[in-house]
């Protein structure tokens, strides 16, 4: 195992495209930027439009229907998916840990619809040797439901702690692993699984005064920053020329209640301040140990910007019995938690639970259109950057070729020289779905190939410049890439023989993944007289 690297992927959780400094971001992140100059940052990456998916897809190197978890972590069956990771697949753990790695997975997991009882989808039964996090999709940061550590519940652990904060437990309990790791002297897979900055709108006074008044001038004037930031930085080139506000938000100078609004803003961005710091913990322990040289470093975000208003889908009180989590959960300074997104409830303390809404997710997103779940380029874009010092990368530079989460693994097997197994103990598994990146990495040229989503029904292919995407359940847009990365002219009409040759391709590929028709998850609800509202999770 001499001279094998270590791997550590680092992933964020409803994070916008340009919501750290190296990608645009007022939002200062030290630690992360320091990755990108050390190493090098992707244009155009992509994940799969939400939490559960894009982890199953990132874990596997398969498309997520493939997995089992097309959705979310409901089980949908006979209509749609298991919503856990089925035995037809094989995660990067399995592998690596078969290969003589340590793994650990801190952080939130998501890929279990039964989180109540120990079962063949939770982490410890996936490959992962070692496991502090939370299984359930969001929860509070102060109190994580589902907090569990191997296969014991320690919820206890984190209500009994004043100070407790979940970002920074997941950071301690990184920086422990990564120290146990260098006395055993053994490589190691770490995937650290942040929560922030997912809702709810949570962090201390502290990190949330540094960015007091930061976001006054409000969601205009600072995604024209934010554009500008990334057409000096290189990462857009030519591929965007106007950067436009989500026409059903108002202009900020029409926008009500001003200063909620920037306090909302302000604690999303306190958020990833403390996810930034913790990395930043990560990296000195690395360096403290001497490990940081070989450790192959990946950081991501699992989906664009989240533009859901809390409470989803109804009351607070509705939504609270919904969640047992919230049902049963006591704020420790005494107050009844609240639940909402409106000028009463001042988000940033324990009994708080909010999210910050379209206008300022169309600000994390800039300057791409919609949101998490949608397939359009503000749903799927993410930052991406590696850092390996050893690893003979191209430091400082920008790939600009399109790339998503299915060749995340096969980069890692190639790095660790490890080969994708041929079965997964008792089934075969299919092949692989995704290419290396570290031929990019290195400055050559990468191989084209075709990319692919799909997501309650929202739909999208990119071949080379064009991506044809859909909005369930409108019709197919066809866009050039290469000049219109905002997807603001669609050119269906100019280009019906590309149009066509797409939308075959994206067809025989949906059926070979068993990606569910969407129709034919919503006639499964109303069979079995369900709410359709619900399918979506």
């Not at 994580?144 to 407790?164: C, F, I, M, Q």
């Not at 001038?217 to 057409?231: K, T």
């Not at 809404?357 to 779940?373: D, H, I, M, Q």
């Not at 369930?472 to 905002?486: G, I, K, V």
Request: charged share 25%; hydrophobic share 35%; proline share 6%.
């Amino acid at each position: 195992m001499a001279n094998k690297p270590n791997v550590l992927l680092i992933l964020a959780d409803d994070m916008g495209f340009s919501d750290i400094g190296c990608y645009g971001s007022e939002i200062e992140t030290p630690h992360i930027d320091r990755l990108a100059a050390g190493g090098v940052r992707f244009s155009q990456f992509y994940n799969t439009a939400r939490c559960s998916p894009s982890r199953a897809s990132l874990l596997t190197g398969l498309h997520p229907h493939q997995t089992g978890i097309g959705i979310l972590t409901k089980d949908d069956r006979p209509h749609g998916y298991p919503g856990s990771l089925n035995d037809r697949c094989i995660t990067v753990a399995e592998i690596l840990s078969d290969a003589g790695y340590a793994t650990s997975l801190v952080g939130k997991w998501h890929l279990a619809s039964n989180i109540r009882q120990v079962n063949d989808a939770w982490p410890t039964r996936r490959g992962f040797g070692h496991f502090y996090g939370t299984l359930a999709g969001s929860c509070s940061y102060f109190q994580p439901a589902s907090l569990t550590r191997g296969e014991r519940n320690v919820e206890a652990e984190a209500t009994e702690k004043s100070d407790y904060y979940y970002t920074d437990a997941i950071t301690q309990e990184a920086c422990a692993f990564v120290r146990e790791q260098s006395e055993v002297g053994q490589p190691f897979f770490m995937y650290v699984a942040y929560t922030a900055p997912h809702w709810p709108l949570q962090a201390s006074e502290e990190d949330i005064a540094k960015f007091r008044g930061r976001y006054d001038e409000g969601w205009d004037v600072l995604r024209e920053r934010r554009m500008q930031r990334l057409r000096e930085s290189g990462l857009l080139a030519d591929a965007v020329k106007e950067c436009e506000r989500d026409p059903a938000e108002p202009a900020w100078e029409d926008a009500q209640d001003k200063a909620w609004e920037a306090r909302r803003m302000e604690v999303y961005a306190a958020q990833i301040h403390r996810m930034d710091q913790g990395i930043g913990g990560i990296l000195a322990t690395l360096e403290e140990t001497g490990q940081l040289e070989n450790t192959l470093v990946f950081f991501m975000s699992d989906n664009g910007a989240c533009a859901e208003v809390l409470p989803l889908d109804g009351s607070a009180e509705a939504f609270i019995k919904r969640r047992p989590d919230l049902d049963r959960l006591k704020p420790r300074n005494g107050r009844d938690l609240k639940v909402g997104n409106e000028p009463a409830i001042v988000p940033g303390p324990e009994d708080t639970y909010a999210s910050y809404g379209r206008a300022w997710a169309n600000l994390s997103n800039t300057p791409f259109r919609l949101y998490k779940r949608w397939t359009h380029e503000g749903g799927i874009s993410t930052p991406l950057i590696v850092h390996w010092p050893a690893g003979g990368l191209i430091n400082g530079a920008i790939v600009r070729a399109p790339f998503q989460l299915t060749d995340v693994l096969p980069t890692i097997l190639e790095a660790t020289q490890v080969p994708y197994p041929d079965n997964n103990r008792v089934r075969d598994i299919p092949p692989g779905e995704g290419c290396s990146l570290l031929s990019a990495l290195r400055g050559h040229q990468p191989t084209d190939h075709t990319l692919y989503w799909e997501h309650t029904g929202n739909a999208a292919i990119r071949r080379g410049r064009w991506k044809l995407v859909r909005e369930y359940p409108n019709p197919w847009e066809l866009y050039d890439m290469d000049t219109d990365r905002a997807e603001n002219t669609n050119l269906t009409t100019q280009q019906p023989v590309i149009v066509d040759e797409l939308i075959a391709q994206w067809k025989t590929w949906a059926q070979r993944v068993g990606a569910v028709p969407w129709d034919d998850v919503l006639a499964g609800y109303r069979a079995d007289g369900k709410d359709e509202a619900e399918a979506a999770g």
